[in-house]
């Protein structure tokens, strides 16, 4: 049986089959090839799903990780970040092993973060001590019992993540 953290209960879910997860939806136009379908909730409308070129009868993932805020609202720039890491590789090279293991340590940051009451994605700090992921960096190699290797790949997985978050707005 494999480990399971009692922190991540409810925070990180296993979708065990994610079907046509890099499938194009169209809402205008429907495309030579789509399937029409129904939104669920709302039998008016209806979107037009291509499906992936060159994904064939393997269209899915299976036990994909999603993760979740305190609240119950979905973690989206860590879930988009982990799904990108899937959309590139080839159907049958899929396997998300390691997209498990990221999106654990992922929590994990998040986690840290809600208990020492940082904002996870504010990067404002005019010095790298007073950012979240450099404290969070700081929490790691204090706790001790994590070697190097293992530190710099947390590290890793955090500033990965940092391209899916919503730019800033700027001020006109």
């Not at 979107?47 to 060159?54: A, K, R, T, Y």
């Not at 973690?75 to 080839?90: F, I, P, Q, T, V």
Request: glycine share 6%; hydrophobic share 35%; aromatic share 10%.
């Amino acid at each position: 049986m494999s480990y399971i953290n009692p922190l991540h209960q409810g925070r990180l879910i296993l979708i065990s089959h994610l079907r046509d997860a890099f499938a194009s939806l169209y809402v205008h136009e429907a495309p030579t090839g789509s399937a029409t379908l129904g939104l669920e909730g709302d039998g008016s409308r209806i979107v037009f799903q291509l499906d992936e070129v060159g994904g064939g009868h393997d269209r899915g993932l299976f036990n994909f990780p999603f993760l979740f805020h305190s609240n119950g609202d979905p973690w989206h720039e860590a879930n988009d970040y982990l799904l990108s890491l899937m959309r590139d590789k080839a159907p049958l090279n899929r396997r998300t092993d390691d997209v498990r293991r990221r999106a654990s340590k992922l929590l994990d940051y998040l986690l840290f973060c809600e208990d020492k009451n940082l904002d996870w994605k504010d990067f404002s700090g005019a010095r790298p001590p007073h950012r979240p992921t450099y404290k969070y960096f700081y929490h790691l190699i204090n706790e001790g019992h994590r070697s190097n290797q293992v530190i710099s790949k947390r590290m890793a997985n955090t500033s990965l993540l940092r391209p899916h978050i919503d730019p800033l707005p700027t001020a006109i």
